[in-house]
């Protein structure tokens, strides 16, 4: 396999990106200048070497604690719990929303293989039961058939562990990803949100 082939090969692997628009970035690239490709090249390498995941909320971060978690001046009484870490940047452009972050690592699909076990649902229960001032899970899954099944199985989790558990309205489309949601959208769905 030649190097254009497994550049093709890995981007191809990207979401969103199909067999044709890998070629298409590749050929991209290759009109490039040296040091934009190197630039790109090193970039992947920094993500590589210096991102994590946070160890309190299971954010992409290059400290642990992530800056979210470690600043003051959120308010510690509120935990939103998303399916993936993009959605935290979703939730934060609006800002509307100043408390803290929970990142499951998916939504529970059986079919899939995809149980309890394989997200971050314990470590959300610890934050939960460890004597914090969590007041109330906000519980931001994406409104699909996975996302619903997930939002039901941690308030079965949850319940009678934390004051309020609520879910965000549905103010985004069924079948929608919270990363993808315009700002109002957002924020109406985060306002109305409700008891689970």
Same mark, same amino acid.
């Given at each position: 396999?030649?190097?254009?082939?497994?550049?093709? *090969?890995? #981007?191809?692997?990207?979401?969103?990106?199909?067999?044709?628009?890998?070629?298409?970035?590749?050929?991209?690239?290759?009109? &490039?200048?040296? %040091?934009?490709?190197?630039?790109?090249?090193?970039?992947? %390498?920094?993500?590589? +070497?210096?991102?994590?995941?946070?160890?309190? /909320?299971?954010?992409?971060? %290059?400290?642990?604690? /992530?800056?979210?978690?470690? +600043?003051?001046?959120?308010?510690?009484?509120?935990? /939103?719990?998303? @399916?993936?870490?993009?959605?935290?940047? *979703?939730? @934060?452009?609006?800002?509307?929303?100043?408390?803290?972050?929970?990142?499951?690592?998916?939504?529970?699909?059986?079919?899939?293989?995809?149980?309890?076990?394989?997200?971050?649902?314990?470590?959300?229960? &610890?934050?939960?039961?460890?004597?914090?001032?969590?007041?109330?899970?906000?519980?931001?899954?994406?409104?699909?058939? @996975?996302?619903?099944?997930?939002? =039901?199985?941690?308030?079965?989790?949850? @319940?009678?562990?934390? *004051?309020?558990? =609520?879910?965000?309205?549905?103010?985004?489309?069924?079948?929608?990803?919270? &990363?993808?949601?315009?700002?109002?959208?957002?924020? &109406?769905?985060? *306002?109305?949100?409700?008891? #689970?």
């Amino acid at each position: 396999m030649s190097v254009i082939d497994d550049l093709n *090969a890995e #981007l191809a692997k990207l979401p969103g990106i199909g067999r044709k628009t890998a070629i298409r970035l590749t050929y991209h690239l290759l009109k &490039q200048p040296r %040091e934009v490709i190197a630039r790109l090249a090193s970039s992947l %390498e920094a993500v590589a +070497d210096r991102v994590i995941s946070c160890g309190e /909320c299971g954010n992409w971060t %290059e400290s642990d604690p /992530c800056p979210i978690c470690s +600043d003051p001046r959120r308010d510690r009484t509120k935990v /939103c719990v998303v @399916e993936e870490a993009s959605d935290i940047s *979703a939730i @934060e452009q609006i800002g509307e929303y100043r408390g803290l972050y929970h990142v499951l690592g998916g939504t529970l699909s059986p079919l899939d293989g995809v149980g309890p076990a394989d997200l971050r649902i314990e470590s959300l229960a &610890q934050r939960v039961n460890n004597g914090t001032q969590i007041e109330e899970v906000i519980v931001a899954t994406n409104p699909s058939l @996975e996302g619903e099944a997930t939002a =039901t199985y941690l308030k079965s989790v949850l @319940e009678g562990r934390v *004051a309020a558990i =609520t879910r965000i309205a549905t103010g985004l489309p069924v079948g929608g990803d919270l &990363q993808y949601a315009d700002k109002v959208t957002i924020a &109406q769905a985060l *306002a109305a949100r409700r008891e #689970l």
